[in-house]
């Protein structure tokens, strides 16, 4: 039985692109532990804790080295990680090295005795510019990564890269690079089944689909929105989470 949950990373963790009435973000992060708490509460009443640290923007080395041993010294019973996203859409990027630091901080979390829920991000590639280039460097780090993670002790791998229905574009947030509704509630989906778990039955893929976001990947509204303020923070040396704190920093009763 999972009672706690931290959850560290970038947008994808964070929740961009699955905002909430309230413009707060949801994510798939948010709908595992809502998954999580669902089936213990079919056992008993004690609360179920969680915690998401994921920062957007965060490159990988940022991601270890900002939250990997917050989220260790919490001492939950599950963390989940991802993180590489943002190293694969810059000119260089060291697969070898990046490849590297995944198996440090998947070793440094069993060490402990926490168990990892390990995530690949899903193939955004179809709806961005450079998509090709992208989408052989993401494919060959998820290859490689599924190759040694996929039957390590205390490690379950959620590959969401080669989830074929998650190329379709409704899928996608309006900036195609981060998921939208559906898309999170198919990673957390996918994330329970690999975790062995149902999803709580009440939950409506096709309802998320029907999210009413104007999705125009490639026209010019597209590049001036997205691709335009993108291309500036490169050229800047900017992110998109300078600034910005840990989305859930303490494990804290979920729902909160």
């Known amino acids: 039985m999972i009672n706690s949950y931290v959850a560290i990373g970038d947008s994808f963790t964070e929740g961009l692109g699955d905002p909430r009435q309230d413009g707060t973000l949801r994510g798939w992060a948010d709908r595992v532990a809502e998954g999580l708490a669902f089936h213990k509460s079919t056992v008993d009443n004690d609360p179920f804790l969680y915690a998401n640290l994921a920062i957007r923007g965060r490159k990988l080395r940022q991601v270890l080295d900002e939250q990997l041993d917050v989220a260790i010294e919490m001492k939950p019973d599950l963390i989940s990680f991802n993180g590489g996203g943002n190293d694969i859409l810059r000119p260089n990027f060291p697969l070898a090295e990046t490849t590297a630091m995944v198996k440090q901080a998947v070793s440094k979390i069993r060490n402990a005795g926490i168990a990892v829920l390990l995530l690949a991000g899903p193939d955004p590639c179809d709806h961005l510019p450079l998509g090709k280039l992208f989408h052989a460097r993401a494919g060959e780090f998820t290859d490689v990564t599924g190759q040694w993670a996929g039957n390590l002790a205390g490690v379950t791998y959620c590959d969401n890269f080669h989830d074929l229905t998650l190329r379709a574009p409704q899928y996608w947030s309006e900036d195609g690079l981060h998921l939208g509704r ?75």
């Open 182 to 256: 559906a898309g999170h509630m198919k990673v957390a989906m996918n994330s329970l089944n690999a975790l062995g778990l149902t999803p709580p039955p009440y939950w409506s893929i096709n309802e998320a689909l029907n999210d009413g976001v104007n999705r125009h990947f490639g026209d010019v509204t597209y590049y001036r929105q997205h691709v335009a303020p993108w291309i500036k923070r490169r050229l800047t040396g900017k992110s998109s989470g300078d600034g910005r704190s840990a989305k859930l920093p303490y494990l804290t009763n979920f729902p909160t």
